[in-house]
């Protein structure tokens, strides 16, 4: 085999052998694209994926009884009405770009304010032993025991000029019923507590405004009682709790905390227990009072009901009244009924008994004038006789009299003082003659 030969054979095998190599680099390298490729691929899907559940995670559902607002890197996100979110789902940027605060807008919450009662131990308040007697200081110490001040008179009863300087002590319990109405305000005016990991936003909220609420509540009871008697404060039903729930929104309005006060109850109130039973005595010697003065009213409008019927009352303001005309009063008397109308009627007869018969008399007088002036002893003894027939006409007993010799010294004793029973009737007088 020539040289050639041998060249051209070792040529051969090393380009075999070269091209063995560049075929197991281009294998290898494709392995390797494919392998990239499907790294990639894999890597983009969970991109996507990702991407999906970012934005996914940024669905939020508002409650039926929530609303919502947007905070977008702190500050609220939106304009007018776009700022709060109502019930549904909604979709926001997910945290840490967008926060979404959820508030119970229609959740009522109860707020017992105890602090205007009168100091109680444990035992007391847990009423462990309810027949004990719980033990009474001397003196109310004003450092833990809670009170307010009520008038002495009613505002109306005042003298004018009194300072309204004496006042009684009352203690209270009341409960309150509030709700946040304005979200946006609520969050921007009202103090909250940084909310801890596993903590609730709303029972946060109601913790963090509990000794806003409480003190505003305070001064609102204390401000209305001062206007009221210890009488009316006890009784109270409603009066006093209307008047409390509108000082209490009325400062929580001018703070713009954005809560609204449902209902305010009274659920207990008494005087201080170091007076109990000068105060029991004050009650029934009131009730007393009170029951005479509603059994005076009451005697005094039957009386003059019996008296004048219906319009007796207004008949007796109309003659205090000088303002009155007379066609007015005159009126009202002759609508007057009862004893009143009978002793008029009686009046008006008599005074027309009267008139007749004055009248009757005068003439009678004026037609004996003439013979009165002819003969005045003859008629001056006509109307003596008259009379006293008259006179013995209508008596029931009649003692004749006549005077007899030897009479002088004697004494004629009659009993004109006797039981009207024995007494002769007058259509049958008796005489009697003594000496």
């Known amino acids: 085999m020539t040289e050639q030969s041998k060249k051209d054979n070792e040529d051969q095998k090393t380009g075999a ?26 890597l983009k899907v969970i991109m996507i994926i990702l991407v999906i559940a970012f934005l996914a995670s940024g669905f939020r559902t508002v409650g039926p009884d929530e609303k919502a607002l947007v905070l977008r890197f702190g500050k609220i996100r939106g304009v007018t009405e776009e700022r709060v979110l109502g019930p549904g789902a909604h979709w926001v940027f997910p945290y840490p770009i967008d926060e979404v605060v959820k508030i119970p807008v229609e959740k009522k919450v109860n707020l017992a304010v105890n602090s ?8 007391e308040i847990l009423g462990e032993d309810p027949k004990r007697k719980p033990r009474v200081a ?5 450092t833990r025991e809670g009170y307010s001040l009520t008038r002495t008179t009613r505002r109306s009863d005042e003298i004018l000029g009194s300072d309204g300087s004496d006042y009684n002590i009352v203690h209270s319990k009341w409960q309150l019923t509030y709700k946040i109405d304005d979200i946006e305000v609520f969050f921007k005016n009202v103090y909250v507590n940084e909310i801890k990991p596993g903590q609730i936003y709303f029972d946060v909220i109601t913790d963090s405004i509990k000794p806003l609420l409480q003190n505003v509540f305070e001064e609102a009871v204390v401000t209305a009682l001062v206007n009221y008697t210890i009488d009316e404060a006890i009784k109270s039903k409603d009066t006093i709790p209307r008047h409390v729930k509108r000082l209490v929104q009325q400062e929580l309005d001018s703070i713009e905390s954005g809560i609204k006060v449902v209902s305010v109850y009274l659920t207990d109130i008494t005087w201080p227990r170091q007076v109990d039973e000068a105060f029991l005595a004050s009650i029934r010697a009131s009730q007393e009072s009170q029951k005479a003065i509603s059994e005076a ?24 009244d000088k303002s009155i005309t007379e066609e007015k009063r005159e009126y009202l008397w002759l609508q007057l009924a ?17 008139v007749e018969t004055t009248k009757a008399n005068a003439e009678y007088l004026q037609q004996l004038l003439p013979e009165y002036r002819k003969r005045p002893e003859l008629v001056i003894q006509k109307i003596y006789q008259d009379t006293i027939e008259f006179v013995l006409i209508n008596a029931d007993e009649k003692f004749v009299i006549q005077p007899t010799e030897g009479a002088a010294g004697k004494e004629l004793r009659i009993m004109i003082n006797r039981d009207p029973s024995l007494k002769p009737k007058s259509s049958q007088p008796s005489e009697q003659t003594g000496q």
Request: charged share 30%.
């Open 17 to 42: 052998a070269q091209q063995l190599k560049r075929d197991e680099f281009d294998a290898a390298g494709k392995s390797l694209s494919d392998a990239l490729r499907f790294s990639f691929m894999i």
């Open 116 to 123: 205007l009662w009168y100091y109680q131990t444990k035992d």
């Open 138 to 142: 001397e003196k109310l110490d004003p």
């Open 297 to 320: 009213k009451t005697s005094a409008e039957n009386t003059l009901n019996e008296a004048g019927g219906p319009v007796a009352e207004r008949l007796l303001a109309t003659l205090k």
């Open 338 to 354: 009862g004893s009143a109308q009978e002793r008029i009627a009686e009046a008006r007869a008599y005074r027309t008994q009267v």
